[in-house]
């Protein structure tokens, strides 16, 4: 499990599927060839054992008990316990260095609370070769309390941890207003002209006699989430977005888009998809969710609104932000807010990557020429028609095959590889048994998932890939006859792993994969484009391919793009860069600090945003609480 310090990957020097974002890491591959364990025994009490000795190390002033109750293989991740960032510590001398500085962990306990979070024997690896005791705790730190997973193997008579998770899940004195501390709702009494719950609820979103502390752009997953949560620890916060319904970010999209993900998967914080909701969800169903979500807990947010002006003032420690505001047809308004915070949430990913560099590409006469995020479906009754589509990720196989159906004949120019697994095979072996319809509890699926640190991760998803693989035989053989070259993501490591370091490059599998094995779609592999003609493309080796219409999906630039748009270069050259590794294994930027005070990124696919909307909430609340200073570890 040893880890070599993981280098960076100049993106030009090494194969598509080894790429990551710029200046990111490629994790190293956790070695577990070496670890030697026997399947533990009296588990509740060698467990408890275990405990109460990593209580009395941590509370010590050197914490050099920690030696004996490591391996020297591993890995302690932390998300907010033990500092105000996420880290990920390899070895227990990485771990005292960091604890001498200080500790803000007081305490932690096995958490028994139900069958799944009580210590139980499993293994840690992809090959079951490690068995080991799996148990939740609950932690105490300093200001917090949370939870956290310890995953303990046994030499020797004795219990050494494999990997240990801490993280925090509520501010002490500034808990979450739910369940016990839900709001009574009404003020009993003779109180002359008070306004009822309607009146209340429309002042509020208006924000007639206060300010938002919190501005949010963007009211998709990412800007609804993080919302949601800052609602329940009563921090004031408005979401904008540009178009004019809640949900339009998915309305808009390609006519034919089902989410790839299952719904065990999806969950919103506090409100989960109810039980007769399909296992994948349709766009246009997703946006009416979104719509129902923000009325249900009753989030603020302003359609059609955009901002004009923004600056921050480092003195006053907020910014002035100039919106206007477009209340219906032909009324508009311009607000003056002086948020103390802004999150952008306009997509995990920044501005389109438009090929506008290629030769030509103005001069096309055909019927359609767009980015994939402009396309609105194919158009009916496309027989004679002839349609490209650049890029062969999901949303190219999606569009590919809208195309089909509408009788175009359609190809799809593949430039370097794409990782392809089955929708059966995530659904079956990827996520079986943490995100399906028997899994436990969606929050505890996401702290099993993220106390895993990234290198171990790796290594499992080598395993899980294999077995997808497996599965997906007769389907992967099918296209490599067919011409398309596929990979198998970083170091093998598959769909997760790519999409962690590098935001795509693969296709979870709807039913294009057969139409390209059955010749249906067309496949042009390995060539750039060298120019755009007046009816279709030319590439590099001098072939030609013509077409009515061609669709680009080549994806998106780093969400630092969309910033300096907005925001203007002194604040883009200020933030770092978002998405990839670091070099301890956790993401860069996103949901985390980006450099610049009050300004924050935040993105990524349901359940992402569900799971670290959580992390920047407690943030922001402790920052406005004076629980911490922005320059804090």
């Known amino acids: 499990m040893a880890t070599a310090a993981a280098q960076p990957m100049p993106a030009q020097a090494v194969a598509s599927y080894q790429r990551v974002e710029p200046g990111?890491?490629?994790?190293?591959?956790?070695?577990?060839?070496?670890?030697?364990?026997?399947?533990?025994?009296?588990?509740?009490?060698?467990?408890?054992?275990?405990?109460?000795?990593?209580?009395?190390?941590?509370?010590?002033?050197?914490?050099?008990?920690?030696?004996?109750?490591?391996?020297?293989?591993?890995?302690?991740?932390?998300?907010?316990?033990?500092?105000?960032?996420?880290?990920?510590?390899?070895?227990?001398?990485?771990?005292?260095?960091?604890?001498?500085?200080?500790?803000?962990?007081?305490?932690?306990?096995?958490?028994?609370?139900s069958e799944f979070r009580s210590p139980t024997v499993t293994v840690f690896d992809g090959q079951g070769k490690i068995p080991g005791i799996q148990t939740f705790l609950t932690t105490e730190s300093d200001v917090g309390r949370g939870l956290g997973v310890a995953r303990l193997v046994q030499q020797d008579s004795k219990l050494k941890?494999?990997?240990?998770?801490?993280?925090?899940?509520?501010?002490?004195?500034?808990?979450?207003?739910?369940?016990?501390?839900?709001?009574?709702?009404?003020?009993?009494?003779?109180?002359?002209?008070?306004?009822?719950?309607?009146?209340?609820?429309?002042?509020?979103?208006?924000?007639?006699?206060?300010?938002?502390?919190?501005?949010?752009?963007?009211?998709?997953?990412?800007?609804?989430?993080?919302?949601?949560?800052?609602?329940?620890?009563?921090?004031?916060?408005?979401?904008i977005d540009r178009n004019p319904r809640i949900g339009d970010n998915w309305r808009n999209r390609y006519h034919q888009l089902v989410l790839h993900d299952p719904v065990w998967y999806d969950h919103l914080p506090y409100v989960n998809f109810p039980p007769h909701w399909p296992i994948f969800t349709p766009k246009d169903k997703l946006a009416e969710f979104f719509e129902t979500y923000a009325k249900l807990l009753e989030l603020n947010v302003w359609t059609s609104t955009t901002i004009k002006e923004s600056k921050w003032d480092p003195s006053k420690k907020r910014w002035t932000v100039v919106v206007e505001r477009t209340k219906e047809p032909g009324v508009s308004e311009t607000r003056i807010l002086h948020p103390k915070h802004i999150i952008q949430a306009t997509g995990h990913s920044g501005e389109k990557s438009f090929p506008s560099h290629i030769p030509g590409i103005k001069g096309f006469k055909g019927d359609r020429l767009c980015h994939s995020s402009e396309f609105s479906g194919a158009k009916m009754n496309g027989s004679g028609k002839r349609a490209i589509v650049v890029g062969c990720c999901?949303?190219?196989?999606?569009?590919?095959?809208?195309?089909?159906?509408?009788?175009?004949?359609?190809?799809?120019?593949?430039?370097?590889?794409?990782?392809?697994?089955?929708?059966?095979?995530?659904?079956?072996?990827?996520?079986?048994?943490?995100?399906?319809?028997?899994?436990?509890?969606?929050?505890?699926?996401?702290?099993?998932?993220?106390?895993?640190?990234?290198?171990?991760?790796?290594?499992?998803?080598?395993?899980?890939?294999?077995?997808?693989?497996?599965?997906?035989?007769?389907?992967?053989?099918?296209?490599?006859?067919?011409?398309?070259?596929?990979?198998?993501g970083p170091d093998r490591a598959g769909l997760f792993m790519k999409y962690f370091q590098r935001g795509g490059g693969y296709y979870i599998d709807v039913g294009a994969s057969q139409l390209i094995i059955d010749g249906k779609i067309k496949i042009k592999q390995g060539q750039e484009i060298a120019e755009v003609q007046s009816n279709g493309l030319k590439f590099a080796d001098g072939s030609e391919l013509p077409a009515d219409e061609i669709i680009f999906a080549t994806g998106y630039k780093n969400m630092r793009t969309q910033a300096r748009n907005i925001f203007g270069d002194e604040l883009a050259d200020q933030v770092k860069d978002v998405w990839g590794f670091d070099e301890e294994g956790e993401v860069r930027t996103m949901w985390r600090k980006t450099g610049h005070p009050g300004f924050w990124f935040f993105g990524g696919n349901l359940a992402l945003c569900r799971y670290w909307s959580r992390m920047i909430a407690l943030q922001i609340k402790a920052l406005e609480e004076g629980i911490c200073e922005y320059s804090d570890r």
């Open 161 to 239: 941890a494999f990997s240990l998770f801490t993280s925090m899940r509520e501010l002490k004195g500034h808990e979450e207003k739910v369940f016990g501390r839900r709001p009574e709702g009404v003020a009993h009494g003779g109180q002359p002209g008070r306004k009822n719950w309607q009146e209340r609820r429309i002042a509020d979103e208006n924000f007639e006699d206060s300010e938002p502390t919190v501005l949010i752009l963007g009211a998709g997953q990412g800007g609804l989430t993080p919302a949601a949560r800052l609602k329940m620890l009563d921090v004031p916060t408005l979401i």
């Open 394 to 488: 999901n949303s190219g196989h999606d569009i590919a095959q809208d195309y089909y159906e509408k009788g175009y004949d359609v190809t799809m120019v593949q430039r370097s590889s794409t990782c392809v697994i089955s929708s059966e095979s995530i659904l079956k072996i990827g996520l079986a048994g943490l995100y399906d319809e028997t899994g436990p509890p969606v929050e505890d699926a996401d702290v099993t998932f993220w106390s895993i640190p990234s290198s171990v991760l790796k290594s499992i998803q080598i395993d899980v890939t294999a077995l997808q693989n497996k599965n997906d035989a007769k389907l992967l053989e099918g296209l490599e006859k067919a011409g398309f070259k596929l990979d198998q």
């Open 24 to 113: 990111s890491v490629n994790i190293t591959v956790a070695d577990l060839s070496q670890i030697k364990a026997v399947k533990p025994e009296k588990v509740d009490q060698a467990t408890e054992q275990w405990v109460s000795s990593f209580n009395k190390a941590i509370q010590s002033s050197d914490f050099n008990g920690l030696s004996d109750l490591f391996l020297p293989e591993a890995h302690w991740r932390d998300h907010l316990c033990l500092s105000w960032d996420c880290h990920t510590f390899n070895g227990p001398e990485k771990m005292k260095e960091f604890l001498k500085k200080e500790c803000r962990l007081k305490s932690v306990a096995v958490d028994k609370s």
